[in-house]
């Protein structure tokens, strides 16, 4: 069995409490890979983050955005979060119940009886090139944003065309990422067990409100205009396109799989304000 464990980069708490947990899981006959950047601060020989796809678990130690880090690159591992960070959506478990938590997690795959939650990602596609998925959002956008910036474009909903304007941009945000940058461009919050994905223009000339569609929907925006748009997948991995242009956004086939406690919801949402 095989381990791996991503800490916060440039977080001393985070690399001691991933030495800790190395040394509790080779206690137990587990392998373990650290990513490269954490060994390195613990002098130790690190494994890239792009071959913890076959781990059996990952470790993220940090904050949700050391989570998301890590499922970009696990894929459909399953992911056990520690929260060093100040909300904690997605990492529920407390530095003091880390080593407790993932020894559990450990014996539930020997045992074949892990129990994990899945959280859906979209991906985006356009002329043969498709984005990672993305647990948080998809993001179409000018060079720049601002006056003198953004893109023209048009939306379409399983065909039908719901909006068409100039924006800075327009995103589609699943339910985990419905608190992230969807909610700072006056999204609505969505719960996280619900189906639901949310197409948000991004300060519209003549948009229309933020929509929810089921999370199997198929969007379309349409770059209408010459000239470069930007995508992004939580917002990394910028691909740059020529428009006019059709890209494609829908549900990943893999969704992102939590192990481990579950976060209290509201909880995390009242560390928002």
């Known amino acids: 069995m095989q381990t791996g464990i991503v ?3 440039g977080n001393p708490r985070a690399a001691s409490l991933a030495d800790e947990l190395r040394h509790a899981l080779g206690d137990r006959d587990v392998a373990v890979r650290i990513d490269e950047s954490t060994a390195a601060a ?4 690190g494994a890239p983050i792009e071959t913890f796809d076959d781990c059996d678990l990952v470790v993220a130690i940090g904050g949700d955005g050391t989570l998301l880090f890590a499922a970009r690159n696990a894929d459909g591992t399953p992911i056990i979060g520690v929260n ?3 909300v904690g959506f997605l990492n529920a478990v407390s530095p003091e119940n880390a080593e407790s938590a993932v020894l559990s997690a450990v014996e539930g795959i020997r045992a074949n009886d892990l129990s994990v939650r899945e959280a859906p990602r979209l ?8 984005s990672n998925p993305a647990a948080n959002e998809i993001v179409i956008q000018g060079e720049r944003r601002g006056h003198g910036g953004g893109v023209d474009y048009e939306v379409r909903v399983d065909g039908s065309i719901y909006t068409g304007s100039h924006a800075d941009g327009v995103l589609v945000a699943t339910p985990t990422g419905s608190t992230a940058y969807n909610l700072s461009e006056g999204g609505p919050i969505v719960h996280p067990d619900l189906e639901i994905a949310i197409v948000n223009e991004m300060c519209a000339r003549d948009g229309m409100p933020p929509f929810a569609v089921d999370l199997d929907t198929e969007v379309t925006v349409s770059v209408t205009g010459a000239g470069p748009a930007i995508i992004t997948s939580d917002g990394r991995e910028p691909h740059e396109i020529e428009g006019p242009a059709e890209i494609t956004i829908s549900r990943s086939a893999t969704p992102m799989r939590i192990a481990g406690p579950q976060s209290d919801f509201f909880e995390a949402l009242g560390k928002l304000s």
Do not use: K, M, N, P
Request: charged share 35%; net charge negative.
């Open 7 to 9: 800490a916060q980069r």
């Open 42 to 45: 613990l002098d130790l020989e």
């Open 84 to 86: 060093l960070g100040e």
């Open 123 to 130: 991906v985006a596609q356009v002329d043969g090139w498709e």
